[in-house]
């Protein structure tokens, strides 16, 4: 199972992006799918995740800015980020639990993250 995630990039602080990641590989199903990220120096921290069922949770300073959804018959999570930050800028991290096949267990996978910069 691989996680691809794409659409990082440089914008303006105010400007919008939009991530996007495609699980591959073997899968029977996914439950929770989601969006980390880690700037220089931080910790990694949760952006937003959602369930299979479309249940949202979101980090308070990306509250009303950012929109998490996915495509359960594609495999897909997205990220839409609007009205960005200087203090948003980070490596972004698609993760999502997934299950190969139904006698298995779930385990989490990430993405291998996609720079996202915003410039003041």
């Known amino acids: 199972v691989q996680l691809q995630a794409s659409g990082g990039g440089l914008v303006q602080a105010g400007g919008s992006l939009r991530l996007s990641c495609a699980a591959s590989?073997?899968?029977?199903?996914?439950?929770?799918m989601g969006w980390y990220r880690q700037a220089p120096g931080n910790q990694r921290e949760l952006v937003a995740t959602?369930?299979?069922?479309?249940?949202?949770n979101y980090a308070g300073s990306v509250k009303g800015r950012f929109t998490i959804s996915r495509d359960n018959a594609k495999n897909t999570v997205s990220l839409q980020m609007n009205s960005l930050k200087p203090e948003d800028t980070a490596v972004y991290y698609c993760?999502?639990?997934?299950?190969?096949?139904?006698?298995?267990?779930?385990?989490?996978?990430w993405g291998q993250g996609t720079q996202v910069t915003v410039s003041s």
């Open positions: 590989g073997t899968i029977w199903s996914i439950n929770d």
């Open positions: 959602i369930t299979s069922g479309g249940n949202t």
């Open positions: 993760n999502a639990n997934i299950r190969r096949t139904v006698t298995t267990v779930f385990y989490n996978y």
